[in-house]
Each structure stands twice: as structure tokens, then as C-alpha cells.
């Protein structure tokens, strides 16, 4: 069992910045990528990025790419990411998650594992 625990978000205005950290406990040598997802009120939740555990291979959804940066540090078992110049759409619920069914996990039934969700609010 692997258990995640997100922590970073809060209230930002448009074109402000914010770092979500992701912890994770238990059985951590058991997952092959990390990733982040984010859901909004009324919407499906929808995949952010995802990165390698070993090779640090990273995706980005396309609504975020050269935004958002995806990184992790193993040895703290500990997944980050950086989002710079929100905007009001990124306003969601986010979620950090693991999993071990390939590669790089760029959707949700890939993954095994979610912590609780931290909300981001970007106001305009």
C-alpha cells in the first residue's frame, strides 16, 4: 500500500505561481511513475503530467505544457509541481497519484494510488 498526501495549494491571482508537494509513504518501490491530475467542480478529473520514477521522463497535458514542471526527488519519496502563470481555468481540486501499468501514466485507470486532493483557486 502506498499512501499520498498533497499539500502547496491555496488562493492565487492570474499570472501568479504556486508549489504543490506530494509525499508518499508505505510501500514506495512499488510504483514506476508519478503523476498529477486535477478535477473541477461539475468536470471529469482530467490528467496534468506524469514522471518516471527511474528515468525522469516527464508528459504534459497540453493545456499546461511550458506552464507546468513535473519533478521529483526519490529519495524523499516526493513528487512537486510547479505552476507558474495560472490561470483562472486551472482553478481545481488537485490530485497527486501513483501507479506501476507502464511507462509514463497518462491516464487515470493507470494508477493505483491517490492521495486526498489539495484545492488551487486562481482568481482573475
Known amino acids: 500500500q502506498v499512501r499520498l498526501v498533497e499539500s502547496g495549494g491555496g488562493l492565487v491571482q492570474a499570472g501568479g505561481s504556486l508549489r504543490l508537494s506530494c509525499e508518499a509513504s508505505g510501500r514506495t518501490f512499488s510504483y514506476d511513475f508519478m503523476g498529477w491530475f486535477r478535477q473541477a467542480p461539475g468536470k471529469e478529473r482530467e490528467f496534468v503530467a506524469t514522471i518516471s520514477r527511474g528515468s525522469g521522463r516527464t508528459s504534459y497535458a497540453g493545456s499546461v505544457k511550458g506552464r507546468f514542471t513535473i519533478s521529483r526527488d526519490n529519495a524523499k519519496s516526493s513528487l512537486y509541481l510547479q505552476m507558474d502563470n495560472l490561470k483562472p481555468e486551472d482553478t481545481a481540486n488537485y490530485y497527486c497519484?501513483?501507479?506501476?501499468?507502464?511507462?509514463?501514466?497518462?491516464?487515470?485507470?493507470?494508477?493505483?494510488?491517490w492521495g486526498q486532493g489539495t484545492q488551487v483557486t486562481v482568481s482573475s
Open positions: 497519484a501513483a501507479g506501476d501499468r507502464g511507462l509514463l501514466g497518462l491516464v487515470r485507470d493507470q494508477y493505483d494510488y
